[in-house]
């Protein structure tokens, strides 16, 4: 079965996260993916997070790119830059997440492009926006995530802010990457033209932000991280992390007399509140006392069956373990020609009639032969390519 995007072809000149992300998702769900690399390979085959490589393949590179094909190109030769010019002509869709400017600088921009594919959706991903005071600044994710105020809200108040342990800023451009090129395609079907779309690492973040920022901006009221650490800045006990007899357990906004019931700590008879942000360091500490009695499965079987909301903090060993990811398939594997298995987190959507397809990351360059044939160059303007290092 083809996946619910067969068909749609991709030019994708990303590397990093923010874009490959994106690209890899529009891969799963069936879109060819033809992954432009420079010819030492792009950034993340050569850097990978806890340095890991697996028979001296990036885990970076192998978890972003998947279901790819790949060319490697030199685009500021005259030549390299007319095999991308082709590239980009058989293309719906080009997708690049470089500082702003540098596409213009190959002659590879919107405003050129546009001119000799009119329905081509370019997508533009950057740290901060294409223009603005901070066009020149390095854009990345801890940054964003400062400047966006969410590392203001994490952690205790005694704590200095604290990053999330996740690319948050790229991951989130990333789908904001794939939302807005399925909607420009959505346009396109209807007025038959393309059109350029722009993402940024800093609006991204403050999107995720946006009901905590709404609070700010209608009340002045600045968010307060509790010394108890509770769940969020903006709310009371009893919602928060606690440590149980054999782990930890987090709970969310639900009243607290019956949760104090429930861990069996008295005080609190008579308070149906369902966010009591009074006190509410005094009172997770109060809380704490019955939590560190029981284990954590025994606490979630009182809780589930008093429909409370609750659940294990899971370590990642838990995660793997976790029956409901169990039962989600989510975690997929697949054998690399150099890697060997490979195991990694799979598609987060599901479709009833056109399932996507779990495929590998691709060699440096491996599918340069059959893309260029696909292009309509012989087998001897390939071996010439070749001969003077343009691929």
């Not at 072809?9 to 990093?16: E, I, T």
């Not at 009182?302 to 029956?323: G, K, S, Y």
């Amino acid at each position: 079965m083809k996946g619910p995007l067969y068909g749609l072809r991709v030019a994708d000149f990303s590397q990093l996260v923010q874009g490959p992300s994106a690209t890899q998702l529009l891969g799963d769900l069936g879109a060819d993916i033809m992954k432009i690399e420079p010819r030492g390979g792009e950034w993340s085959r050569s850097w990978s997070i806890g340095d890991t490589f697996i028979q001296q393949e990036s885990l970076s590179f192998l978890a972003f790119n998947r279901a790819k094909r790949s060319i490697t190109l030199d685009l500021k030769a005259p030549e390299g830059k007319e095999i991308a010019l082709r590239i980009i002509k058989s293309s719906d869709v080009l997708v690049e997440n470089f500082r702003p400017g540098v596409m213009d600088r190959l002659g590879l921009g919107y405003e050129t492009l546009s001119a000799i594919q009119p329905g081509l959706v370019y997508c533009a991903s950057c740290g901060w926006g294409q223009d603005g005071p901070y066009r020149e600044r390095p854009g990345q994710d801890l940054l964003a995530q400062s400047i966006a105020g969410v590392l203001a809200l994490n952690g205790t108040a005694s704590d200095p802010p604290v990053p999330v342990g996740i690319g948050l800023a790229d991951l989130t451009a990333g789908l904001h990457i794939t939302i807005a090129v399925l909607v420009a395609l959505y346009e396109r079907a209807r007025s038959g033209k393309g059109q350029r779309v722009d993402i940024n690492l800093l609006n991204s973040m403050m999107h995720l932000a946006t009901q905590e920022l709404t609070l700010y901006l209608n009340t002045r009221r600045e968010p307060q991280r509790s010394a108890a650490g509770i769940g969020h800045p903006y709310v009371g006990a009893p919602m928060g992390v606690y440590k149980t007899l054999d782990g930890y357990i987090s709970v969310a906004m639900m009243p607290l007399q019956k949760v104090a019931a429930l861990v069996g700590v008295e005080g609190f008879e008579g308070n149906d509140s369902r966010n009591a942000t009074a006190d509410r360091d005094e009172i997770k500490r109060k809380l704490e006392k019955g939590f560190i009695k029981k284990t954590t499965a025994e606490l979630m079987d009182i809780f589930l069956a008093a429909d409370i909301w609750a659940a294990p903090v899971n370590n990642f060993p838990d995660v793997e373990r976790d029956p409901q990811v169990r039962h989600n398939q989510i975690l997929v594997e697949f054998e690399h020609p150099v890697a060997g298995k490979f195991r990694t987190v799979g598609m987060p959507i599901e479709f009833s009639r056109t399932p996507g397809e779990i495929r590998r990351p691709p060699l440096l360059g491996e599918h340069k032969d059959e893309i260029l044939a696909e292009l309509g160059y012989s087998d001897k303007e390939i071996a010439h390519f070749k001969e003077v290092k343009i691929l």
